[in-house]
Structures are given as structure tokens and as C-alpha cells.
């Protein structure tokens, strides 16, 4: 790196916060990835990485007595695993390039150490770095693209002043560039700024915005959840750019965060603004739907969402993933349509999305509430073999549903499979399953009861008194005595 200093983009602004500030807002070590992380890492690698961890005050010194050769590769990995020591990886990349590499670094190990550098907020040592890159003509838009991500993320820098004086380094003002600026204001937070960057970008350097620049805005409105700044940037563009069918990432943040805003208008006002993007034959994307179905999902609006499943789905051709599929068959079931879920379930299978025990739970839940018992045995031996459990609300009721419309086969099934899967409540609905069994299935009453004695699950004794009502009507006595003799041996 070159002693030669100059004034730099964010010094005006780095000098103006209070030193209480600037140490409030000091990364801490423990954000950045270490060695240690890294159980496979070869032991050359670690060694270099916990000199630099060391805090040696002669890291130099500690390297040379290392006596290891290292490679542009070897650089590359231990610059990786010590941003939490920039100091002892700036003097390592010194050394490196003065001992081994004939000062012949990878443009990757040079980003690296402007990255490290400026995540650690060394700006001067960053800037240092970017001069000497440039130097040697190695300087590129990732180098910017992380000297503005470091300064965004400092409340207290300009990345939007590194921006303008690019040409001091050789490097173009062009849209890439600015994009790469707006992205890391953006995830700073910072979007004030980034819309406040358009209009200086074009002023001092005529670099005027594109369909990603409106993108990268609109996705930070999505993060920040402020739908009246979206509506703002979303005319701007309009009025930039126009409509493009191609601009999808821009319209699905845009509709996105008009649904997510909490507003009580927010998707009405949403399903205006993708009428309108129709017109221009423009959409939105997969993130938008699964919003809006979640909103019709709240709202019980059925109609609106299955026009929206019509359009995306069956016109467009959108493979709609696990949660789209959950949010339609709720949204069927809790409006009485428990027979339509079963469409959805086989449609997943059909599009290779697989449902998981939740999805299954879901479905078993809408359809046993639904008197859909056919359908819900159906789904259950479909679990089973999915190695998908019932939850416990579900065992309960769909025992006791079964065994009340004297389904005994499916009834008894599910017993076996609670049992094998310790699924509870087992205590509860054993004994239900005994006394609905013991007047049409008595010696499966018994059998099951003596199950539950022999795998501690605890019978009743009012179940037992039932079942020796059920053994006398059929002279069949001695079975209740083995039984309670084995009940209490298992009491004591």
C-alpha cells in the first residue's frame, strides 16, 4: 500500500461525529466471520490466522519467524478469516507481497483488504489501498461497490461523495456504478440518501438512472415498509423510464410493500395499481403473490385470490412453492370449502412441491371439520406413508371422529401409529379408544387395553369398570380379572 495520501471522499463528514459516537458504532469482532469457524481450514492457514489474532506488536517479525511460504491462494483465505484484526491483516498483505509474492497480489486479495479495512471504519488505511490499486490499474467497480457499502454503513460518511469524485481513481460515474451506490445505502438503511443520490448523479455527472436503479429503491421502500415513499419512487420511474415488461424485481417489491403496509386500503390499493400493470402488459412477481394470498387470506377474500392464483399460476405458468399452496387451501377450508383442499394437496405433488407435516396437519384439520371423513382417512394413511405425523389436536379430534362414525379400521390405525410415534395425548385417547371399542370390538378393547397396561400408559379405572360390564354381558369374567390383576401389579 502506498504512503502517498490523499483528501478523501468521506473525511469531512468522518471528522464531524463525536468520539463517544464514533465508538458507539464500532463493529464488534464477533460480526466477522474467524479461523475458528473454519474446523477444516489446513493448518498453515490457521497458524497465519492466530499470528494475526495474536495481537503481536511486531506481526512482521512473528511472520518471518513462522517460516512458512505462502500463495496469492494462501492470502486470499487468511484475509478472509481476519477481519476481526485489520491491522495484523494489512501488515500480513505487506509482507505477503514484499517476502513471497514479489508484491503481486490478486485484484481479489486487494479488495479484500479494502473491505476488511473499511468494515472496520479505517478509512484513511482504506483510501490509502484504493490509491495504491489504482496505481497498479487494478481498480474496479467491486472495489467501489465495497468502499460504499463501508460508508453507507457509517451514518457519519458520504459514500454519495466517493461517488462523485470516482474520476479522481480513473473510474466512471456510469449507471452500474451508481446502482452499486444506491444497493448499499439501501441496506444501510439509508433511503433518503439513495433517492437523494439520483438527482446529484445526473447533475454532476449526467449518469441517469435505469430500470435497476428504480429497483434497488423500490426493493429498499419493501424493506423500510414506507408505502408513501414507494408510490413517490414508483412515479418517478413511470415517468423516467415508463413501463417495461422486464422490470419485474421493481413491480414485485412496489405491489409488495403496497400489501404489507398495514394500511387498511393497502391491497385494494395494490390490485389498482397491478390492474394498471397489466394494461402495459407488466407484472410482478412470485413475492408479491404470496404476499397478496396471505392478505386474501386475512381480508377471507376467496374471489380476488383465486383470480390471482388463475393468473399466475395457470396463465403464466408459476410453480408456486409450499406457503403459496398452505395460504389457498386455509383460505378454502376456513371458508367451508374443505372438499377443494384436496385439489391443492394433489397439485403440489403434480408441480413436485412436496407437503410437509405442517401443510398435512393443515389439510387433515379442514377436512375433519369439515365431516370430510373419507377424505381425511384418505390424507392420513397419505401421512403415514410420508412419515408425517398427525399434531396433537389433530390425534384427538380425528380418533374420536372416527370412532364415532364406527370407522374402527382407520380409528385403530391411527391409535397404532400415535403409539409408535409416542404422539399424544396417549393417556386420554387410549382410554377413549377402549371404551368406543368395547361394545362392537370387545376383544380389540381388550387387547388394547392390555396394551396400555404393558407400555405404562395409564388405563383408568373407569374404563376398566366399563370393560368388565362389556366382558359380563358375554360371560367372558376371567379376562377382566387377568386384566386388573396386571393393572395393579403395574400400580405398585
Sequence with gaps: MSDRREKRPSDAAGTAAAPAAKRAREPA????????????LAPKIRLLCEILASSASDVEAALDDADVRVTTSDVEQVLRFSYAHPRGAAAFFRWAGHRHLRHQHSPYAWNLVIDLLGKN???DPMWDTVASMRSQGLLSRATFASVFSSLAANPASSPLKAFVEMPRYG?????PALNSLLSALCRASRLDDARAAIPVARAEAGTRPDADSYAILLEGCEAAGDAAVAREVFDEMVRAIGFDPAN?????SFLTTLVSSGSSTGLSDAMEYLAVLRRYRCSPGEKFLRAALSAHLKARELRNAEVLWEDFVNRRGLVPDQDMY????????TLGHAEVVVKYLDEMTFNGVFPNTDTYNVVLKLLLKGRKLREASAIFREMVKNECWPNEANCSLALRMFLDTRDWETGMKLWNCMVANSLPPLEENGNMLVSKLKDEMLPEACKYAEDMIDQGIRLSSSTLAKLKQSLVKVKKVPIHDRLITKWKAKAH
Excluded: E, K, W
Design 29 to 40: 469482532a464477533s460480526a466477522f466471520p474467524t479461523y475458528n469457524d473454519a474446523p477444516d
Design 121 to 123: 471504519r479505517l478509512f
Design 171 to 175: 473510474m466512471d460515474r456510469d449507471t
Design 248 to 252: 419485474v424485481p421493481a413491480y414485485d
Design 326 to 333: 398452505s395460504t389457498m387451501i386455509m383460505l378454502q377450508g
